[in-house]
């Protein structure tokens, strides 16, 4: 026997049965509606009045309930639009409001021009903290900064051939020189116009400015060099990999394809020709001086490859520069330079460091050098001092850093593109844990970076080691030593130096992540290429394992000797250290024999290959 219906049934029957009585019975619902408790036609009876308020308060309960979950959606505005899909009425709200948070700090959504912040008022933004001043800029202040280029180089880019060196390429059109490109397809016509902008040019980047101190350049140099195995991992995890979390500079990149290519030999490739331009600026304190400054030179052709982008991206489809701003613009390229400048010293503050307010006024102003050179505006560069660009930095996270999609496979892909390359050696992991332990897990957990305590505490031990051998090795032997290990790096990935030209023309589509569809073709192709394998008999088959590259045993062999040899070192270091302390205490007590094989470890570590 089948059992009777359930009550909710019942009720959503009679609903239906009422309204369609009510459209055969007009005529008769007045009269009976109010004294008749069942149909005029017989089918079933109506809702009673505790029923009926029954369903006006569950309705209710539902309505408030929704509004609550809007209400805490945008309460944590930023998180909200990073990484899922939300419906459009929330990211409009969420765009044109300020919220806080839970512990009470303000924050807002990237496309919001005018947050209601005042001096004084408490920001937070993924775990980033700070106090709003009369320094920050406001996003309606930074907007302006988003439609200016270079003014100097712009105007006569299209005067330079693909394979042109720029620094040439200057000379003949202030002479007016008119050659064929080496291709053999002719050249622009220069006019005097052209003559006259080229000079100016010229003049701006062979002047020194008179706020330029070379021995603060050269202790910022030294400062570098000594920190230079850290400033490289900082750069990587932090400034790079925590980089990506602005979607603005990111459609750059995916428009051009330069670092958002599936290859991550090519991609490996980019990255340490930045690490070149990086060294050539430190490698002396002629490495700036103009015309004959290794890093002056690359600075330069760094210039014009920046404005070359931003002629090409201009006439492309994939660029709508009315939307995103001009390409590399002033606030794109400030960014750019705080993560070099203000990136490294709060990262070496994260990791234990102690940084004097000398050696970050001399780093600070290195960086300055560099971007005037680099082509940042005067009065746009943040680094005339340490609290502007602090005020600046903490600025542009609110206006730029926002994760999504596109954010988390750039982030992984370049990750995943270091393992087990030189200088470092690391696991994917490991490289992982390292950029959580410099960027915090909020950022971290967004950028969706796997966790793993176990990696997490050997990264620890590895800063441990680092920071107690800058601690006991001398200066100029550690500067020394940086400077090898950078430079057989790049030349390892590079083969030679490069010369800073676009050696490719604009991403096509595949390289182009703007879509859900070009994600997923990247993505595809690259697990195909990598689970693909062939056993000794030349049979196919395909490996089930995650696609992130694993290290060789040569190269898990190399790391391990290379951390034997760290440690040997810094435990030497230590131990000699507090040799010459109790030597200095106790003038008449002689060294015992566990302090010179303290001293004969850290000179085996040191000086082992």
Same mark, same amino acid.
């Given at each position: 026997?089948? /059992? ?97 948070? *839970? ?52 105007? $006569? $880019? ?9 620094? @040439? ?79 603005? $500079? ?22 340490? *020709? ?5 060294? @050539?600026?430190?490698? /002396? ?46 606030? @794109? ?86 393992? /087990? ?77 490069? @010369? ?49 590259? *694993? ?59």
């Amino acid at each position: 026997m089948r /059992g009777a219906p359930s009550a909710q049934a019942a009720f959503a029957l009679t609903r239906t049965v009422h309204l369609t009585c009510h459209s055969h019975c007009h005529s008769h619902h007045h009269s009976h509606s109010r004294t008749m408790s069942g149909c005029p036609l017989g089918y079933g009876r109506l809702p009673t009045t505790d029923q009926r308020q029954d369903e006006r308060t569950n309705n209710q309960n539902r309505t408030t309930k929704n509004k609550n979950k809007k209400k805490k959606k945008l309460a944590s505005c930023p998180a909200t639009v990073i990484g899922v899909d939300n419906e459009a009425a929330d990211v409009q709200a969420c765009a044109h409001s300020t919220v806080r948070d *839970e512990s009470g700090a303000l924050c807002w959504d990237i496309h919001n021009e005018d947050p209601q912040v005042k001096p004084g008022d408490r920001v937070s933004k993924l775990g980033f903290e700070f106090v709003w001043s009369e320094r920050h800029m406001r996003p309606r202040d930074l907007m302006p900064l988003r439609e200016r280029g270079d003014v100097l180089v712009d105007p $006569i $880019i299209r005067l330079f051939g693909r394979r042109d060196d720029v620094i @040439d390429r200057i000379g003949d059109i202030r002479q007016r020189r008119t050659s064929d490109e080496k291709s053999g397809r002719p050249r622009p016509v220069i006019t005097q116009e052209h003559a006259d902008q080229a000079e100016a040019l010229w003049k701006h980047l062979t002047t020194v400015p008179d706020w330029v101190d070379w021995a603060a350049v050269e202790r910022g140099q030294r400062f570098y060099l000594r920190h230079g195995g850290l400033c490289g991992i900082i750069l990587l995890n932090l400034s790079l990999v925590g980089g990506y979390s602005a979607p603005r $500079i990111n459609r750059v990149l995916n428009s051009t394809g330069y670092l958002s290519t599936p290859e991550p030999k090519a991609l490996f490739r980019r990255l340490m *020709e930045t690490a070149q331009l990086t060294l @050539d600026c430190v490698t /002396g304190p002629d490495a700036l001086k103009p015309e004959t400054g290794v890093g002056w030179q690359s600075c330069v052709r760094v210039r014009f490859l920046h404005a070359k982008v931003r002629e090409r991206l201009t006439d492309s489809k994939y660029y709508d520069a009315s939307v995103w701003g001009v390409p590399i613009n002033q606030e @794109d390229m400030c960014v750019t330079l705080l993560s070099f400048q203000y990136n490294v010293l709060e990262g070496l503050k994260r990791l234990g460091f102690s940084v004097t307010p000398q050696q970050r006024a001399d780093y600070t102003h290195l960086w300055r050098v560099i971007g005037h050179f680099v082509g940042v505006a005067e009065d746009v560069n943040p680094l005339s001092s340490w609290e502007r660009s602090c005020a600046m930095m903490e600025s542009l996270i609110m206006h730029q850093v926002q994760p999504d999609e596109n954010s988390v496979y750039l982030a992984n892909q370049t990750i995943k593109s270091t393992v /087990g390359r030189p200088p470092f050696y690391l696991s994917y992991k490991s490289s992982a844990a390292m950029s959580r332990i410099l960027m915090g897990d909020p950022l971290a957990d967004t950028l969706k970076l796997p966790k793993s305590q176990w990696h997490t505490a050997s990264m620890w031990l590895v800063i441990f080691f680092l920071r107690a051998t800058i601690a006991v090795v001398p200066e100029s032997f550690m500067i020394k030593r940086s400077w090898r290990a950078l430079d057989y790096a790049i030349m390892t990935a590079l083969g030679k130096r490069t @010369d800073f030209a676009i050696k490719a023309p604009l991403a096509t589509e595949g390289h182009h992540l703007n879509s859900r569809k070009a994600l997923a073709w990247s993505a595809k192709r690259q697990l195909n290429r990598q689970l693909v394998r062939r056993d000794s008999l030349g049979n196919t088959f395909v490996n089930e394992r995650d696609d992130v590259p *694993e290290l060789t045993t040569s190269q898990r062999i190399l790391f391990v000797l290379r951390l034997y040899r760290l440690l040997l070192t810094a435990i030497g270091g230590v131990v000699s250290w507090l040799a010459v302390r109790r030597a200095r205490a106790l003038p008449s007590a002689r060294p015992q024999w566990q302090y010179r094989l303290a001293q004969a470890m850290f000179l085996l570590g040191l000086f082992t290959v």
